[in-house]
DNA sequence: CGTTGAATTGAGAGATTTCAATCCATGTGG
DNA sequence: CCACATGGATTGAAATCTCTCAATTCAACG
């Protein structure tokens, strides 16, 4: 096994793509407080006025919708680097939550675009933050739309891989810290069939577990394979033709 | 029956929101030529550079995503009036293409924020435009993760409701333009499902079919109700409590 | 009027859910 | 330190929903 990548060890493959730290967007996010996230607690809710953007510094947040009847969906993770609540203009879409510990800045959006209009590379950057999270969001619709309950669960944590380690090997270890419920309401299934279809994984030989918040992924291609995914997106560099 | 609305017929109710004609965002669409396309043809294709934001004058497009092995994905629909590639930073994340024939306007996106950096009112025409279609991608994946196939159809009927009438009334006639392969494709069924669905939409005189394209939502609140919906969503004036 | 592609309907198969029982890990109190 | 209680996770069996495959109907068009 090459790298260990529990979710706060390392900093999200996305967020690297862009200029961090000496980015001005990250360097706003900066100068602002680090709020710890209780296990549960709420970050902002669904319909309360959009009036922040969060960035999480550490942790992972659950995004949800509640239907009127009490159904749940779960619409999104964020992880590690990850920027919310930018791309909305009147009130917060979804309720974002503290799977686990978890810590974020926020950061007023009057403010953010005030500063961004005299800033080409924050616009930029704040353009690139939203483009992140609606990439995230289709990625979501094609996987309910199209993909058969193991292929999203095996996406499920191809996903979390690529959130949470470089991919420089084929063998990785990630940290599941959201629960079964937590899993099924994001993929449109029943805790059951995330059971069912995780046991096969482990028969399979394509992931195994060492304890319950922590899985060791043998093969990504492999796993990539029975997503039904594209490989390119997940070929290491000692492996890409 | 109180209103007709074929979807060319009147601005959409989403775009009636924000200042129409005198707004800058849609003074700046004005400015350019008018591009019509026939039905079938693409506005911009996935992975293409997002180099333009287009507005829909009139007409419908699906936008769509192909999973490598073939299968589709229609991520949801544009209707007159929504503003579609905002959003995008890199490349587009799905392919636009007419369903009918089509009329849009291109607009840089460089020239776009440029001239949003000294406009605060375009600035925020902006955001609301990509806040729409984050808006319409949430409701997508709310309705993929947690609806049954009976409640999915209602809902894409609801929805052409929302964006091509003004519901002033309880009774509407919309036009359906895309076909049955469209809607099972946005609404990750199959077509037969589709059809037997509709059927029972009829059968239970929640919808009459006058054409194939061309449909009677008997009372839009019924409808909603079965689509498991917030009624508070297309309560009437009239009604409203 | 025949051809074509889309839409519809039926019957059987398959995938996922539901309901129920059991297992396991964890924390708590005695 | 152990027994027990608790909530999440797992497994099984039956029910249900949706899909698949096949046949038929319908509408548009040359």
Same mark, same amino acid.
């Given at each position: ?19 961090? *730290?000496? *980015? ?15 296990? *549960? ?48 203009? *009147? ?151």
């Amino acid at each position: 096994m090459a790298y260990l990548a529990w979710p706060d060890a390392c900093p999200s493959v996305t967020y690297l793509k862009q200029p961090r *730290g000496n *980015g001005t967007l990250s360097g706003f996010f900066q100068t602002k407080p680090l709020e710890n996230i209780h296990a *549960g607690q709420a970050v902002f809710w669904e319909g309360d006025e959009a009036s922040n953007a969060v960035q999480v510094v550490h942790g992972v947040l659950r995004l949800y919708r509640i239907l009127h009847d009490g159904r749940r969906a779960i619409v999104g993770f964020a992880f590690q680097g990850d920027v919310r609540g930018v791309a909305f203009h *009147g009130s917060y879409l979804y309720t974002a939550e503290a799977v686990t510990e978890a810590a974020v800045r926020r950061l007023s959006c009057r403010h953010l675009h005030n500063s961004a209009a005299e800033d080409l590379i924050l616009r930029q950057e704040i353009f690139g933050a939203i483009s992140n999270e609606m990439s995230q969001a289709q990625e979501q619709i094609v996987m309910l739309g199209c993909k058969s309950a193991e292929e999203r669960v095996a996406s499920l944590f191809l996903m979390i891989a690529r959130k949470t380690t470089n991919l420089l090997a084929d063998t990785v270890e990630i940290g599941v810290p959201m629960t079964r419920l937590d899993m099924a309401d994001c993929l449109g299934l029943t805790i059951e069939t995330v059971c069912r279809v995780v046991a096969k994984l482990k028969r399979m030989n394509l992931v195994s577990f060492t304890g319950r918040n922590h899985a060791i992924i043998h093969s990504v291609r492999a796993l990539a394979h029975f997503a039904g995914d594209d490989l390119g997106l997940y070929a290491t560099p000692s492996l890409a033709s």
